[in-house]
């Protein structure tokens, strides 16, 4: 019998999580920006192929890229108007993409009218796959196309469905609104995960010191009588990570170079789920996502329900604009998200979050040597030595990085985080890796 564990036992931090007042703040609405920026590319995989041409009128949730293959997605209008031009531009993790620039006109097809629910059950999973793949529903956090992930090859079988609601990374809140105020949908939507993997084991994992979520979860799994464990772990950064949160839950360890299914496991995080139960149960495209707004220079830290394209420079106004220059603006978590220099990148569908930070909340600090202390090493859940791997890296000898494990490291930034030496080591290390991915060496 496996050893089940609380968290995960290996490594990991204990950072301020910074959520006291965000987690009790309710989602809002952000207001339809005016010029809607949309990436072909929101998604592992190739870009999208342009649909439309400038001058085209294009309606709200309308298919305006196409997958290229079953390891692209596809891409809808988050908005009605017209195509005001299409144009490359730079994505937060630096990779370029054309997009496709909209300008708001004309009725909205759902925004302000009934929602019509459709029944679902007796659907085979095959055909709710199509569905997924229809609406362009892909990892929120990964980008990985949903229905890739959830196509289980022959001879794999998944023993668990794990719903990740973890959210560790200081600041995040969105997925824990999720939580709290679409617990039903949440619900519905991994039974519909379920439906598909044919998991006969069904765990929503959350931090047990998430009072509100916990209650309005385990409420929803009693009256809809869903067989659907909810479970609280002891929080620790990075217990959000896929292997982390598979070992925490059922005990099984991803091997070297393997995947989630090699565990047995497939896992989905809650702002995932709630896109999946939109795409079958609402029929609507992946065309908005909630996110938070956060850190000591923007003057309201909000969570917010944001269309797809909107620019981040529009969620500034609708948090009502600097209280200072932010020192640092990064997309995504303060852990493993991209620093910006500017505000003209939109939202996307991997967008979890967007921080303007102060210099108080950078720990701005002069860079110095090894100080051979041990501690990226004992802070990486991997059992990693990070200080190895990046001197292999910053001397060019890849295929030893390799064999130091280098493609085992999940960038999670605990060695970073730990480290009193300021070393920028997940930068080294993401860039050795994808060199090595790459075939470059």
Known sequence: MNLLWKTFPKGGLHPRQMKSRLRGKALWNASIPALSIVPLLQHRGEPADCLVHPRDTV?????IGRARSDSSCHVHSPVPGIVKYIDEITLPWGEKTPAVFIELGGEFNRLGKAVHTYPWEGIPGDRLL????????????????????????KGKFVRTLIINGIECEPYLCADHRIMVEKAAELVEGARIAATIT??????????????????????????????????????KYPLGDERQLIKAVTGEEIPSGGTALDAGAVVLNAATTLAMYEAVVLQKPLIERSITVAGRAI????????????????????????T?????????????????SELSAPVTKTTAGVL??????????????????????????????????????????????????ILDCTECGCCAYACPARI?????IRAGKMILQSGGV
Not at 211 to 234: C, G, Q, S
Not at 424 to 428: C, D, N, Y
Request: charged residues 30%; contains cysteine; aromatic residues 4%.
């Open 198 to 235: 044919c998991a006969p084991r069904r765990v929503i994992a959350l931090t047990g010191d998430r009072p509100d979520a916990l209650a309005a979860l385990r409420e929803k799994v009693r009256e809809m009588k869903a067989d659907i464990e909810v479970r609280a772990l002891w929080s």
């Open 299 to 322: 003057r309201d830290q909000a969570n917010l329900k944001v269309r797809i394209g909107t620019p981040l420079a529009d969620l500034v106004e609708e948090c009502g604009g600097f």
């Open 59 to 63: 309606r709200e949730g309308m298919l």
């Open 424 to 428: 920028p080591l997940v930068k080294e």
């Open 356 to 405: 303007f930070l102060s210099p108080k909340e950078i720990r701005n600090s002069r860079r110095t040597n090894c100080l051979n202390c041990g501690r990226c090493t004992r802070s990486c859940p991997m059992g990693l030595q990070p200080e190895a791997i990046y001197k292999w890296v910053e001397h060019s000898a890849y295929e030893e990085a390799r064999g130091e494990g």
């Open 324 to 340: 200072r220059m932010p020192e640092k603006i990064i997309v995504g978590g303060p852990l493993t998200g991209w620093g910006l």
């Open 130 to 153: 199509t569905i997924l793949s229809d609406k362009g529903v892909v990892g929120m956090y990964s980008g990985i196309p949903v229905h890739r992930k959830l196509t289980i090859p």
